[in-house]
């Protein structure tokens, strides 16, 4: 194993794994930290974990034990994998986990970039646009758990960290690989170890790529990866793929822009479930059986609006909401598994780790891609996708069931 990933949700972690298997790298994504060794084989390890918005030092103590497992595996080069919207708090968990992975591996400049430009992010004098709208001003700001008011990452991550945070902007990315690390090392040597790095185009991320080689630890978005393959030896053995027929159910969770707009899109059966329903104990055995009575593809969601969402909250508090929700979705997918269910769909990182770890599978199969960031993903002959909230055209959850059929 060459590159070893360490994901803070599981949606994240399949994308990054989508991006290196199409740039030919044989990956694979584990769901959590493996107690076992790697198949040989395998070029880039994916250690998939739900660390995104739980306490910071819990999501340390869970990277540090990722970090430890992938350098068992021979890893030369590690990658921790966020939201390539940065979603995280003042407290982090971004900078603490960053800065304890830096320790342990002894890095003295880790980039970070969170930008996709497939999927309209990009930053530009360290401020991080969605399509063409700051961070701040893209819905963003209303995300339920880690609502992001501040596009500057400069400052989102100096109030993370000990220390200044440096910058290489996009001027310099596009002199290339050379520029880069000369500015790389000004800012090690001006004492900021910790540095944004602008990226508009996909040729800026492979410009990226080259420059990191040889880079201990980098940070960023999916996005990062699309140059670092090309940096190591593969066997250009990425994998095949065998669809999987059969019912398919969509759950959703994510309130986000994106995700309310392929909810209202959706034309087949649709059950919301309100905040209320799920603190008030509502069986996942009942949603089941409203899925399966049902003809064509099932939508159960709770992709409520903003402002519903913030009167939840503040009835019944923040934390309460979102564990009864994310509990309510996993325990539902874990019935309609039982009940011969081999196809489900999730949006919402919070929801998608809920589903995970309901189903508990050891590792996932990377298949094709449904829209850029989101691919198919096979646990024995379980066929999932996790949608990240922002990610998919307004038609994913039909195009993701079409192409959950289809062979590679």
């Not at 990956?27 to 395998?42: E, F, I, L």
């Not at 409520?304 to 509990?327: C, F, I, M, N, S």
């Amino acid at each position: 194993m060459y590159l070893g990933c360490i994901g803070d949700d599981f949606t994240g972690s399949s994308d990054l794994g989508n991006t290196l298997v199409k740039q030919g790298m044989r990956t694979v994504q584990y769901v959590g930290v493996p107690q076992g060794p790697a198949d040989p084989a395998v070029e880039a390890g994916v250690v998939a974990l739900k660390s995104r918005s739980i306490p910071a030092s819990e999501a340390v103590r869970l990277s540090l034990a990722a970090l430890d497992w992938l350098r068992d595996q021979g890893c030369t080069q590690f990658l921790f994998k966020y939201c390539s919207t940065f979603d995280s708090t003042s407290e982090g968990n971004i900078g603490p986990v960053a800065e304890a992975l830096a320790e342990a591996l002894g890095a003295e400049s880790v980039i970070f970039c969170p930008a996709f430009p497939a999927t309209g992010r990009t930053i530009y004098q360290g401020h991080l646009f969605v399509g063409d709208h700051l961070l701040s001003e893209s819905g963003m700001q209303h995300h339920p758990l880690t609502p992001m008011t501040d596009p500057d990452l400069r400052r989102v991550l100096a109030a993370q960290i000990g220390g200044a945070v440096g910058h290489v902007p996009a001027a310099t990315v596009w002199q290339g690989p050379e520029a880069i690390r000369a500015a790389l090392a000004a800012e090690a040597q001006a004492g900021r170890r910790f540095v944004i790095a602008d990226a508009i185009r996909d040729e800026d991320l492979l410009s990226w790529g080259r420059a990191l080689a040889g880079q201990r630890l980098i940070t960023g978005g999916s996005g990062i990866a699309l140059g670092l393959p090309g940096n190591f030896p593969l066997s250009g053995q990425a994998g095949a793929w065998t669809g999987q027929g059969g019912r398919v159910v969509a759950l959703s969770g994510s309130c986000s822009t994106a995700t309310r707009r392929q909810v209202a899109a959706h034309d087949g059966p649709k059950r919301e479930v309100t905040a209320e329903e799920a603190l008030a104990g509502l069986a996942p055995e009942d949603l089941a059986d409203w899925a399966l009575a049902q003809d064509g593809l099932p939508l159960i969601y709770s992709s409520a609006d903003p402002e519903t969402v913030a009167a939840a909250q503040k009835a019944h508090g923040r934390e309460k909401v979102a564990a009864a929700l994310e509990g309510l979705f996993g325990a539902t997918a874990r019935v309609l598994a039982a009940r011969g269910i081999r196809r489900l769909i999730s949006a919402g990182g919070e929801t998608s780790g809920a589903v995970v770890e309901a189903l508990a599978p050891d590792a996932l199969e990377i298949g094709p891609e449904i829209d850029p960031g989101v691919p198919v993903m096979r646990a024995g002959d379980m066929v999932l996708a996790l949608k990240s909230g922002n990610f998919g055209a307004e038609d994913f959850f039909a195009k993701a069931a079409r192409v959950m059929e289809q062979d590679q």
